[in-house]
């Protein structure tokens, strides 16, 4: 066997590594909500809503919020983690980031409040983790013949 095809054998698999990242960034990010450092962020948030017209009814987050977070929280991490190259991982990163935060006025004109601050939270650490992971340990996306 080859030196160099042995340099990649101890890839790590991408949903390990994403189960491990999107759950420290759940953590995270549910410690944050619970603890009730978010809710003056979306408060003001609500408030900036409802002086611009929005027609939003209800102060709390809708029952699909906790959904939305994990599919976010983990589907970053195992996304970034399948693209090769760290600028690809970057630009991907914040693309979503930009969506995720321009989402909430979107829900906000269907009449429900959603606050993305925990939402972006969650995101941001997990991408940034996946990210920071992918480029110091080889991934299966940037082993050559893979």
Do not use: D
Not at 37 to 48: H, N, Q, T, Y
């Amino acid at each position: 066997m080859p030196e160099e095809s042995g340099k990649y054998s101890n890839a790590h698999h991408p949903l390990t590594v994403a189960a491990v990242v999107g759950s420290f960034a759940m953590a995270v990010g549910l410690v944050v909500r619970v603890s009730g450092i978010s809710l003056m962020l979306e408060r003001k948030i609500l408030a900036g809503y409802l002086e611009l017209g929005f027609p939003v009814s209800g102060s709390g987050q809708p029952w699909w919020a906790v959904l939305v977070l994990l599919a976010l929280t983990y589907g970053i991490a195992l996304m970034l983690l399948g693209v090769p190259g760290f600028l690809k991982r970057l630009l991907l990163f914040l693309s979503c980031l930009v969506l995720i935060a321009s989402a909430s006025p979107v829900v906000a004109l269907w009449g429900l409040f959603w606050s993305p601050v925990v939402a972006i939270l969650c995101f941001s650490w997990s991408a940034a983790c996946a990210v920071l992971w992918a480029r110091y340990h080889p991934m299966s996306s940037e082993i050559e013949g893979s």
